[in-house]
Nanobody, 123 residues
């Protein structure tokens, strides 16, 4: 099996910064896209940012210029640097990896989610 373990959430004042980390472990052959999603109070889960194994990135308009996603392929770890945080960034942040190709035989592809880490931004 494959697990994603997030860390780095917490309480921060508006204008502050946090860095989230997500490490994948297990019988991993490769991971294509890794990303971060969030779910705020009373809201649906939404995409924050994604990054492919080749380094191509995609951001939600609401975080462009404030958040940066990057990854270390050698460690199967993805990071989210969050600057200039706003109260509306308050949410549970979930790490996602899709697809994760796991060793076989045969090789199998999975979509994996982390358990979530809470980010609270106070005004």
């Amino acid at each position: 099996q494959v697990q994603l373990v997030e860390s780095g959430g917490g309480l921060v004042q508006a204008g502050g910064s946090l860095r989230l980390s997500c490490a994948a472990s297990g019988s991993i052959f490769s991971i294509n896209t890794m990303g971060w999603y969030r779910q705020g109070p009373g809201k649906q889960r939404e995409l924050v940012a994604t990054i492919t194994s080749g380094g191509s990135t995609n951001y939600a308009d609401s975080v462009k210029g404030r958040f940066t996603i990057f990854r270390d392929n050698t460690k199967n770890t993805v990071y989210l640097q969050m600057n200039s945080l706003k109260p509306e960034d308050t949410a549970v942040y979930y790490c996602n990896a899709d697809p994760v190709v796991v060793h076989g035989p045969p090789l199998r592809s999975l979509e994996v989610w982390g358990q979530g880490t809470l980010v609270t931004v106070s005004s």
